[in-house]
């Protein structure tokens, strides 16, 4: 069964303090790994797509990493209009289903 | 404008009264699904639609039916609502294993 693992559950940072979120995944062949942002009251709004072990792809102060277990957002001074909760989600080979984490609540205080 | 839109945004109901939620998307895509949000679950696939006429159960379809009878619209039919079915939906759509766009949405309550 395809899972995923993100952490930490909830994380507070200071604007300017740079840190990384984690996802840890199982999957049976991966074709994808997708990060989305989710603002209170609204849908998730998508980031970023990963397709394999290596891969980086970089948007704003937000980086993400993939591996062959994990992938990393990476943000970098971070403002108090990156606070929301950010979502990993695998899609594995052969199929378009998601498969999404819990999630991680940022908070950035100015 | 792209986008893909719920309605309604909020309802309360009672235990029983059937409703439908809909859905549409304005991007011409044949991937459709509906997921349900609740706290510390993460989202959790309901039903899906690979295209026109095409549906198929996700990880929790108990009480809930769908159906596609055009490329645009996937609403979601819960017959007889129960409490346990409260929580925040929310529909997406794609193209074929590309990323999902997912709309505003639903909070429901049944009482």
């Known amino acids: 069964e395809d899972q995923v693992t993100q952490s930490p559950e909830a994380l507070r940072l200071q604007e300017g303090e740079s840190s990384s979120l984690n996802c840890s995944y199982t999957?049976?062949?991966?074709?994808?790994l997708f990060w989305y942002r989710q603002d209170p009251g609204k849908g998730p709004e998508f980031l970023f797509t990963?397709?394999?072990a290596g891969e980086e792809k970089e948007k704003e102060r937000l980086k993400a990493t993939l591996t062959k277990k994990e992938s990393f957002l990476h943000i970098t001074a971070p403002k108090p209009e990156d606070s929301a909760t950010y979502l990993c989600?695998?899609?594995?080979?052969?199929?378009?289903?998601?498969?999404f984490g819990a999630g991680t609540i940022l908070r950035v205080k100015s | 404008e792209a986008q893909v839109t719920q309605n309604p945004r909020y309802l309360i109901t009672v235990t029983g009264k059937k409703l439908t939620v809909t859905c549409s998307q304005n991007m011409n895509h044949e991937y459709m699904s509906w997921y349900r949000q609740d706290p510390g679950l993460g989202l959790r696939q309901i039903y899906y639609?690979?295209?026109?006429?095409?549906?198929d159960k996700g990880d929790v379809p108990e009480g809930y039916k769908v159906s596609r009878k055009e490329k645009r619209n996937f609403p979601l039919i819960l017959e007889s609502p129960s409490p346990n079915q409260t929580s925040l939906y929310f529909c997406a759509s794609s193209i074929l294993g590309n990323e999902q766009f997912f709309g505003p949405g639903t909070r429901l309550t049944v009482l």
């Open positions: 990963l397709y394999s």
């Open positions: 999957v049976s062949g991966l074709r994808g």
């Open positions: 989600a695998v899609q594995a080979m052969g199929g378009n289903k998601l498969v």
């Open positions: 639609s690979m295209n026109v006429e095409v549906t």
